[in-house]
């Protein structure tokens, strides 16, 4: 039933063209340096009227950079919009700029291209529901294209957009156009995306980025960039169960007790089973208050207060999950990370972790790192700078997740270094750890094996004495007829 | 509370809900919060923001109004009607160089005069208040340097943004994570863009200081900018005349330094219908925001907002 109600508040949005009535669509553009990109960002905005004169008018008194043959301002100064970007000509920060058409609103990222700012190129891409990737059609794929759209994958984005820029430099010519697309279509296959639509395009003259270039590229029969950019769907991972990462209680005075925060995934309505995590309580929801009124369903995305028909003990950092389809629990999970500072991430050195609204410490043990020009995935002690790598997870405490694939919100954290509190990495939970090590291999030791129906199992899980012991516990869900047929060969 | 309303549109939904929950997540992690409160048209959508995400408790921090004594006596009766209205805890500051110096917009020149009444009173407000956390109303739409900046903006013990050394800021995890005297500036509506401040306060039905709306006022005509003449501080100089205009503000700050713009925008459908084909953005009127590229950038780095 949670499906349902998510699925029909999509079908909603979906029905309705206007801007208004969609969530924005948020992308990034990446690429080499140099390709186009903040030319494209200034092009969109200009073309869809959201640069205004004065800042127009700004663009042209700063007399150090030319207008361009066009008479139009330099599109990238629109962007780039700190001194030190002005004066090095180059993107060094993500920016966000806000556009929008009759049918949809978006906010693009506009991302460095240069090779000491992939990081900030992966923060653009953190929250992307698309990617436009631009190459320089006169150098066509370069290993920064392949490492951004590897990035971008990354860190969860399926759609892709491959803007051809500059096609005016090589005359229009087809068959380059061909050559570059076809070349791109091949390696994001081997990154598992086929939503790739490519485009050839002069962001400078404004040929398929608003308007069509037909006058230019007659063979060209596919949409402009913008068209792809209404039609593109929003990430909307959330299928898994009801999670609300609480941010805090309210207690306004001794009557009320409420649990505030945003949905995470799923849905919840009044009258559902909820368990909370890592303690393990269960209670049922009793309302779902806002300011406005007090609802009687909400999803994923949602900022809400919850009331609970018992008390139970919830802190700050705790999680609401549904009672059928909690997160994974468990002291220790294996994850992806892209590493954004200059000291690299070592094994040993113990970190703050932060997902959603809960913080706790970590120890990072680094495995591989993924050499950007192969594709492979190298055995690694050490995660420096802009580096990608999986390492393992050791917490002091219970810890829960959702894999990233499955769920962004609860399935991401970042990692803090105690010492200077910078954020130093960005993570991607794989899953938890099934090692079975010490205690666990339990060789030596006795083991018990016990069968009985899932609702009474799923009881006994959710109590507050299993929830601490559930890393040491195995876990099968299987028909009644097989749990009985592997006890038969036990004795 | 309201009464029954239609819902909000998905866009405006999503916005709300962004911003509902960096309320709470800076709530929950620092001890000492404060909201500026500037009484302009993003402040009152700030402070409904703020009203929902701890709804039903009260806002759990007090409100600061850097009062540089010159803004538009509508704004001040308004703040002080809304304090009372919703129960606020509103606290407010005045540099006290303005009085003892005589620091005037008239007599310092608006970019010293912003840099002392506005930028420095603020540094000593928040150093007074000790507060961790400040959350201000900027959007990333409103200009090149603030689309740069985090929704946590970190800053040094003397208020300093280095923009070149930014913490990265992935998903919607944000890194409250500060050493004693340093602090962060929390930025709820940085996603927002100013049509859709419009659409909310519609929406939503918030009160706004009625200069936002068309009307017949005094004004004079001074260095291209329509400035109100309302205010017996104003001194008409040679040559200049009064006159009554039909006029509004897109912007509110210090009178002397704010332009009106001619318009007959009467209702919130107006304005929204006159912003969706205006061809000059909203800082235009700002005196402060026309010296060269970049000024923002400077006077962000030194603490102002
Ligand atoms: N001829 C041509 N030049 C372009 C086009 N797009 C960008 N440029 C130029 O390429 C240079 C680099 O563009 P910029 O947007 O700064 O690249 P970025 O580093 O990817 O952001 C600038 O001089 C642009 O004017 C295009 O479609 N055609
Ligand atoms: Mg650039």
Redesign the interface.
Known sequence: MTANIEATVQAA?AAQPA??????LRLITCGSVDDGKSTLIGRLLWDTKAV????AD??A??NRHQQNDLGLPDFA????????E?EQGIT???????F?TDRR?F?VADTPGHEQYT??M??GA??ADLAVLLVDARAGILEQTRRHATIATLMGIRQFVLAVNKIDLIDYDEAVFNQISAEFRQFALSLGVTDVTAIPMSALLGENVVHPGTASMPWYSGPPLVEVLELATQRTAQTVGFRLPV??V???DES?R?Y???VAGGSVKPGDSIVVLPAGSVANVKQI?????VRNAAVA???I?LVLDRHVDIA?GDMIASIDAAPALGRAFEAKLVA?SADAITTGKRY?L????RRQRVRVEPKTRLALKTGQWDGADSLPLNSIGTVHLDFDEAAMFDPYETN??TG???L?DPDT???VA?GMIVERTTRVDGIDAGGERDHVLLSLPEDLADRLMASEAFADLRDHVEIRRVSGARAAAVLKDVD | ??E??PPL??????L??EA??IF??V??EFERPVMLYSVGKDSSVLLHLA????????IPFPLLHIDTGWKFREMIAFRDRMAAEFDLDLVTYTNPRGKLEGVTPFTHGSSVYTNIMKTEALRQALDAGQYDAAFGGAR??E??????ERIYSFRTPDHRWD??N????????Y?G???KGESVRAFPL??W?EVDIW?YIQAESIPIVPLYFAAQRPVVERDGMLVLAEDERLELLPGEVKRTETIRFRTLGCFPLTGAIRSTATTLDDIIGELET????E??GRAIDRD???SM??KKREGYF
């Open positions: 949005e801007t208004r009535n969609a969530r924005p205004k004169e004065d800042q700004a663009l008194r700063d100064l629109l962007l780039d919009g700190l001194q030190a002005r060094i920060d993500v920016a966000y700029r806000y929008s609103s906010i990081r900030n992966a923060t953190s929250t941010q805090r309210s207690r306004p009320f409420g505030q925060g945003t208050v806002t300011f406005d009124l995305g949602d900022a207060t700050r954004l703050w932060k997902s959603s609204s962004r919100n991401a954290f970042i803090i509190n910078n954020t960005g | 509370m309201s029954t309303k549109d998905p866009n405006l939904k999503a709300e809900s509902i929950h709470r997540e709530a929950a009203r929902k995400a701890f709804y039903p408790g009260r990333r739409d200009e090149a340097s603030r689309a740069k923009p070149r930014q913490r990265p800021e992935l998903w919607s995890i890194n994570q500060i050493r940085s996603n863009t659409r205006a061809t000059v953005s800082r235009q060269e590229a970049g950038e400077k």
